[in-house]
């Protein structure tokens, strides 16, 4: 492998989805578990996307070894089109997404670097950076470039992801036939 390839990224703000950073989970029954996101990456961001391009292109290079000696004409991408492969689900509208994973668990900090310990904190829908790390596969006859998990970083909340809604949205038109108790009562009617 040429170490001067650089395969690794630090992505712009992207959305998390697909988030299982705090157990490993298996994508296919009796699959592998692993930690894995798919991060969603606006395609306004030139930067990350052109970034991560490279590292693709450089990882094809960097494992060439796995190829039989030649970059393949045909080969699995990592950064897929979300408009394309989604164009159901508004959380990949005008993006491209790439899904990571890592059989170690990745590192997960807030925007001070503080490591995040509440999983409610870190979910599918919020939005921060990622570092990965790309690299070339060549199993079982299926060839492409795989994206490693390294860590990731929050920096703002999102609407969460998944059809999951909070207690407050799901009961904000709601009117209360009671008073209803304040902070300083003891929640007892």
């Known amino acids: 492998m040429n170490d ?5 990224v630090i992505t712009g703000k992207v959305r998390m989805s697909y988030v299982h950073v ?17 991060l969603i990456i606006p395609k306004s961001d030139s930067k990350t996307v052109e970034s991560v391009k490279a590292a693709i292109q450089n990882a094809l290079k960097a494992g060439i070894g796995k190829f039989g000696g030649k970059i393949p004409s045909v080969y699995k991408n ?13 959380a990949y509208s005008n993006s491209y997404f790439l899904n990571a994973n890592c059989k170690t668990k990745p590192g997960v900090v807030n925007a001070m670097r503080k490591p995040i310990e509440n999983e409610d904190e870190f979910y599918s829908g919020c939005y921060g950076y ?20 390294n860590n990731l970083m929050k920096i703002a909340d ?9 207690a407050e949205s799901d009961f904000a038109d709601i009117e209360v036939p009671f008073e209803a108790p304040t902070d300083d009562d003891d929640g007892l009617f």
Request: net charge negative; proline share 6%; hydrophobic share 25%.
């Open 130 to 149: 990622a570092s990965i790390t790309f690299y070339a596969f060549n199993t079982n006859g299926n060839k492409g470039i795989a994206c490693g998990l």
């Open 158 to 166: 999102g609407e969460p992801l998944g059809g999951r809604s909070t």
């Open 22 to 38: 705090w157990e490993p989970a298996a994508i296919s029954e009796g699959g592998e578990k692993k930690y894995s996101v798919s």
């Open 78 to 90: 990592p950064l897929r089109d979300g408009d394309t492969e989604r164009p159901d689900d508004d």
């Open 4 to 8: 001067n390839l650089n395969t690794k």
